[in-house]
């Protein structure tokens, strides 16, 4: 059976001239974004329909992007799909992306608003490791020193990336780890978790209440990726007589921002 072709039509590009763009490079722009999108490739005249574009220019950008190895044609399906160096380049934008980097701008702007310290958590083999922090100017502050580690179901950020996962992943994490009671406020039932969990996707932020720690709190919000997975989650954290029930519900809202925008720019 033939692959069923796009008929999508996009908008054409822009002329290069009013912004300065280089229109030869607009163009084999966009037909890569379109082919991009196709799943088994997309033949000649589809692409030309859908960039806007005549199709013999369509052709000599095709046999650039080819001759580049951007492009491919596979002659049996008489089909042009994305090439190899497409996917290198492509595929040098997830090395780069060093969450740490990408999340420390957000993380020192939370810092300041909130005037407590901010870390940035990723989950590994079922706990949550501190990948980097921003500390508070206040006298008292909470610490936690980078490649520490604490238990996901009694920590903040924790909480805030098991609350993204897949309900197999989080079954797996229980039945490996259990749910240790760390204070009289550790959530140690499945029942109990899960329904805090439920809380969390709703507010869009966690909250770690002395389930840790006595005395201290935290409030933290899943960084995730185009899939809408958990790769990290930054937290706010502090002396519960700072951190009170009042702070906590201002506070929230604002590490939410703070995760979202952390999420786009890593992608």
């Known amino acids: 059976m033939a692959p069923k072709r796009t008929t999508r039509r996009a908008k054409a590009p822009a002329p290069a001239r009013a912004s300065g763009q280089v229109q030869s490079l607009t163009r084999a722009l966009a037909i890569l974004g379109a082919v991009a999108e196709s799943h088994e490739g997309m033949a000649l005249t589809d692409i030309a329909e859908v960039v806007g574009l005549a199709p013999s220019t369509t052709h000599r950008l095709l046999t650039t992007l080819e001759a580049e190895r951007f492009m491919r044609f596979d002659a049996q399906a008489r089909l042009w799909q994305i090439g190899i160096r497409a996917f290198t380049v492509g595929n040098a934008f997830t090395r780069t992306r060093d969450i740490v980097a990408i999340a420390r701008p957000a993380m020192r702007r939370l810092m300041e608003d ?61 039945q490996a780890h259990g749910l240790p009671r760390v204070t009289d406020k550790t959530l140690d039932t499945p029942r109990r978790l899960r329904a805090d969990l439920a809380a969390v996707r709703e507010r869009r932020f966690a909250i770690d209440d002395e389930e840790h720690e006595i005395g201290l709190r935290c409030i933290a919000a899943a960084i995730v990726d185009e899939h809408g997975r958990p790769v990290a989650a930054v937290s706010l954290s502090g002396p519960t007589a700072r951190l009170t029930d009042d702070e906590v519900a201002k506070l929230g809202p604002m590490v939410a921002r703070a995760a979202a925008a952390i999420s786009a720019a890593y992608g």
Do not use: F, W
Request: some cysteine; charged content about 30%.
């Open 114 to 174: 909130s005037g407590e310290t901010v870390n940035l958590y990723v989950e590994e083999d079922g706990e949550a490791i501190c990948m980097g922090q921003v500390e508070s100017r206040q006298m008292m502050r909470a610490i936690a020193r980078p490649g520490g580690r604490v238990k996901l179901h009694c920590s903040g950020a924790g909480k805030a990336m098991l609350a993204h996962m897949r309900d197999d992943e989080l079954s797996r994490i229980l």
